[in-house]
């Protein structure tokens, strides 16, 4: 439609997961007053080295398996230098042509998948805030660990790169490698893109473009992208080789730099650190450590519980997710059942409350408990919802909350008899209609004695017992 | 008594008995450095209140009857680029002319675990780089030996406190030679450890992969006092090696050179040295072919390769480990008269146009230009494999010797000022050192005599790789029968 073919490709970086930095012994945290998360190490005081952390190695390790990369038994760490201030050592501890793996693949759509150059592991550097009184340096965040993944650039569409970072987003977090929040910026994306004339096999000029901060954001970016190189080509100027800065809010990107500027790194293998060397039985147990990914997971759920596409893609959205339905299907729970009310019920009440999986008032065994008592109909529908509530702000078994909130499901006709008895005087004309005939003049009747027990009459006892009284009185 | 002339290994066992404490020591020691080093300008600061206290804390607890350290009450002094704890360490820099050291350094820490006493940091070029210590922003430091002569670099102050009885050891550290030459120049022994023995936790680095901690003392005994108690893995440097064995013991294994294969490069024993070094480099190979060595004439030919090599890589590291001085979190900071309008990079290019002597800022250009996008490839990397030829050389001279011998430096020490102009010069002149620097071996200089007019002339003797403790104990058993590292300046 265009005459253009669009060329993109995409770095990512993700935080490692780990509670300490990269290279020295000062804890990983989000928050934190500002330079208080810092060690000798992390300032580049003289005198001081890098310790690596193994943790690092064994989660980036974990990242390169996940998308399909292969581990290098050999790599390095490089310094790449530059001045900037939020740099304490003028360098960055990264890795150059010795990357920790390379290749790999992540899908980004039907029957398309985008290759992976690499993956190698680096340190992030610290933070800059401009303010009325000057720069402010924080170097909290300098020396976390990271894990940046290169594609090639096989992406030919803005919505195939979204695709690739929800699909590398998944996979990562599944592996348990890192959060890969992209608004916290443990998942960041810098994108290159090009355009080519249909039919060419010669990329064109390359534009990256920064300030990317969700999947979403990049994909806009390219859009924008896409659309202003389209039309300075057809006018026939030329792309200039350059870094733009994405402005969401107003929907444009600026020019930061241009890439003819760009600094020479002087990249130089780190003296201060032997090469990494890892061995089979290593890369073994990173493997092990990854477990199944989500299109295994998907495919097993379908076959194991009979599910629809849709819940196990629910399920399968996050390892937490289908680990807890795992869970409380082994304690008992009907699949189908725990899926529907994990996805529908559990979720967006955790959310709300600020909570996830992990610090769940309510455990997967009690949410099996609870199905259980739905099953037996010792609870109905409606005074189940008011059993999970319940649960949700208390730690309690569903049976000690049946007791709180004197729940317990009422099946003695003896002690409906009177309700029953005193909601057909309430509503003559209602009683009437049914002994007319009119059935459905019955939920009437039914709902006022659910109202006067909150929820807890046996809806089968309340409905025969309605139905006697009706035929006996007329 | 003076306790001065005692060596560390007779300092400590007095101590050790009661014979002397630890508090008499250190005055004798404050006291000597007080009415000499206007003379030689060794120290550019004792630490008189810190070694007080630990002298008086050594006596309290050796009077409770405790039994203390291996170095018990031994007056070390520290180059200054070691850190210690609350102390001004300086590297010889403007740059760090206001920096105090947060933590000791584990190779200090651990002489002070062995209840050595820290007692002062002394003089050296610039960040280590120069063979004189006169590249020192703060003072020109002289050899004993004679009024105007340099007394080496780049540990020369520490090469002095020792050849002048200031202190029995003196910790140094050695790039390209910067132990071995001013301890050769100033007629003392130093010892370059293997590379990674000596952790360097708290070195203020010069170039990473090349510098080690060493130690100055009069004796070999003394050397392999301190190795011991210097030498082990540390989790805080991930280039330190093993936990080696110790090696003091060996000393007492032999009492002669019988069976040892002792080679003599010829790459490092003729063009460019001085006749009066050559010949006593070979009155010294005589002596110890009559203690029983075997001398092997053999060939290092890379060796010619080993200077330029090694300017190549020191300075490309070196001016990656300086980029740190910006100006920015701490050190030398530019006055700046409007912030508004100047930038960050203008203010780190002034900081360290200020705050960096010219050698240093020499040596940060070279290494940048050889480490720059399109030159990297024919000077660094070819700098890369000319260092891993000569190792390969290295190793296999290793399968026809046991050491390898050649004069330490090309000169006895030359006068002050002598080579301020030709940087090339200069360079060549440390010839003789860089090779085991760049293999990472072991290396020592003993005295092994003096030239007409009375300057000192040291011999190296390298080892393979872990031979810390043969190389002592070769050097050990010289000593037992030879006296030039008896032999003191008049000052």
Redesign the interface.
């Known amino acids: 439609m265009t005459g253009y073919t669009t060329v993109i490709g995409l770095e990512v970086h993700v935080q490692l997961g780990t509670e300490s930095k990269l290279f020295s012994p000062a804890p990983v945290a989000a928050l934190g007053a500002p330079n208080t998360r810092v060690h000798?190490v992390d300032?580049?005081?003289?005198?001081?080295?890098?310790?690596?952390n193994l943790r690092a190695i064994e989660l980036a390790t974990r990242a390169a398996l996940a998308i399909g990369g292969e581990i290098q038994l050999y790599s390095e760490f490089a310094?790449k230098?530059y001045?900037?201030?939020d740099l304490?050592?003028?360098?960055q501890i990264s890795q150059f042509d010795l990357p920790l793996a390379l290749g790999g693949s992540v899908p980004i759509g039907t029957n398309r998948t985008c290759r992976i150059h690499r993956l190698h592991v680096e340190e992030d550097a610290g933070k800059l805030t401009h303010s009325a009184i000057?720069?402010l340096?924080d170097l909290n965040r300098a020396g976390v660990a990271l894990a940046e993944i290169v594609s090639e650039p096989d992406i030919r569409d803005p919505r195939e790169a979204h695709t690739f970072l929800r699909h590398l987003r998944e996979v990562i977090r599944f592996a348990g490698v890192s959060d890969c929040d992209m608004e916290l910026g443990s998942m960041r994306c810098d994108a290159n893109i090009s355009l080519m004339p249909v039919g060419s096999d010669t990329f064109g000029t390359k534009v990256e473009l920064k300030n990317l901060n969700s999947i979403k954001m990049v994909q806009r970016a390219l859009e924008y992208e896409e659309r202003r190189q389209t039309a300075m080509l057809a006018g026939g100027g030329k792309v200039i080789s350059e870094t733009r800065g994405w402005h969401d809010e107003i929907g444009e990107s600026r020019s930061m730099r241009s890439k003819e500027n760009a600094p020479?790194y002087?990249y130089?293998p780190d003296?201060?650190?032997?090469p990494l060397v890892v061995d089979e039985a290593f890369i073994a147990a990173q493997r092990a450590q990854i477990g199944e990914l989500p299109q295994q997971r998907r495919d097993r759920y379908q076959e194991a519980y009979g599910l629809s596409g849709q819940d196990v893609t629910a399920l399968a959205q996050d390892r937490k997710v289908g680990d807890y339905f795992e869970t409380a299907v082994a304690a008992g729970a009907d699949a189908k059942a725990a899926c529907n009310w994990l996805i529908e019920d559990l979720l967006p009440a955790l959310r709300t409350r600020h909570l996830d999986l992990d610090t769940s008032p309510i455990t997967p065994s009690a949410l099996a408990e609870l199905l259980a008592l739905l099953a037996d109909k010792t609870l109905t529908q409606k005074t189940s919802r008011l059993v999970f509530e319940h649960l949700l702000s208390s730690v309690v078994s569903p049976k000690q909350a049946i007791a709180d909130l004197g729940l317990g499901r009422i099946a003695d006709p003896a002690e409906l008899q009177p309700l029953v008895n005193e909601a057909i005087a309430e509503k003559p004309e209602a009683a009437r209609a049914v002994a007319e005939g009119k059935d459905r003049a019955i939920d009437a009747l039914k709902g006022l004695v659910m109202r006067k027990t909150r929820g807890r009459a046996d809806p089968e006892v309340l409905d025969s017992l309605l139905r006697t009284t009706i035929a006996g009185n007329s | 008594m003076s306790t001065l002339p005692l060596t560390a290994t007779a300092l400590s066992q007095a101590i050790r008995q009661g014979d002397i404490t630890a508090s008499d020591v250190a005055k004798d020691c404050l006291a000597r450095i007080a009415s000499i080093d206007g003379k030689v300008s060794a120290f550019c600061e004792t630490f008189t209140q810190r070694i007080t206290e630990q002298a008086a804390a050594l006596d309290n607890r050796k009077q409770a009857g405790e039994v203390l350290g291996a170095l018990a009450g031994v007056p070390i002094a520290s180059k200054d680029?070691?850190?210690v704890a609350n102390q001004t360490?300086s590297?010889g820099s403007r740059m760090?002319s206001t920096?105090r050291?947060?933590?000791t350094?584990t190779s200090l820490a651990r002489l002070e675990d062995q209840d050595a006493m820290l007692l002062g940091r002394t003089n050296m070029d610039e960040f280590g780089m120069g063979s004189t210590t006169e590249t020192s922003a703060w003072q020109k430091t002289r050899n004993p030996f004679g009024d105007n002569l340099v007394p080496g670099g780049s540990s020369g102050g520490s090469a002095v406190a020792v050849s002048a009885d200031m202190c029995p050891i003196a910790i140094g550290s050695d790039t390209g030679g910067s132990v071995r030459q001013p301890a050769a120049l100033c007629g003392v022994s130093g010892l370059k450890p293997t590379y990674g023995r000596v952790p360097?936790?708290?070195?203020?680095?010069y170039?990473?992969?090349l510098d080690c901690v060493g130690a100055i003392a009069r004796t070999a005994e003394d050397l392999a006092l301190w190795l011991d108690c210097a030498s082990g893995q540390d989790?805080?440097?991930?280039?330190s090696l093993p936990t080696p064995p110790t090696v003091a013991q060996l000393l007492q294994e032999r009492s002669d050179l019988k069976g040892v294969r002792i080679g003599v490069p010829r790459a490092l024993n003729g063009e460019g040295i001085d006749e009066e070094v050559l010949a006593a480099t070979q009155a010294t190979t005589a002596h110890m072919q009559e203690l029983g060595a075997t001398i092997v004439e053999c060939d290092l030919p890379s060796a010619k390769h080993a200077v330029p090599a090694y300017y190549l890589l020191a300075t490309?590291?070196a001016?990656?480990n300086?980029?740190?001085?910006?100006g920015?979190?701490?050190g030398w900071r530019a006055a700046n008269n409007d912030?508004s309008r100047q930038s960050?990079?203008e203010t780190?290019t002034q900081t360290r146009s200020e705050g960096f002597g010219s050698e240093v800022q020499l040596r940060i250009l070279l290494g940048?230009f050889a480490?720059?996008?399109g030159y990297?490839a024919q000077f660094?990397d070819r700098a890369r494999m000319a260092r891993r030829a000569l190792q390969h050389e290295f190793q296999a001279t290793f399968k026809q010797c046991d050491a390898l011998l050649c004069p330490t430096s090309p000169t006895a020490a030359p006068q002050l000022g002598d080579s301020e102009d030709d940087p090339l010069a200069r360079y060549l002149w440390d010839a003789l050192t860089v090779p085991a620097s760049l293999a990472g071996i072991p290396a020592l200089s003993i005295p092994c005599g003096n030239t007409n007019d009375g300057r000192p002339i040291g011999v190296q003797l390298m080892a393979p790789h872990h031979q810390d403790g043969r190389l002592l104990q070769l050097a050990h058993v010289f000593q037992a029968h030879s006296e030039h590292h008896l032999r003191r300046p008049q000052l």
Do not use: M, Q
Request: no cysteine; net charge positive.
């Open positions: 000798h300032i580049g005081l003289p005198g001081v080295l890098p310790r690596p310094r230098h001045f900037y201030p304490p050592k003028g360098y000057g720069t340096v020479d002087r130089l003296p201060d650190l032997p | 680029n070691l850190l360490i590297a760090l920096f050291g947060p933590f350094a360097r936790y708290g070195l203020i680095a170039a990473s992969s989790p805080a440097d991930a280039t490309a590291e001016a990656s300086l980029a740190r001085y910006d920015v979190h701490y912030s960050s990079i780190t940048t480490s720059s996008y990297s660094y």
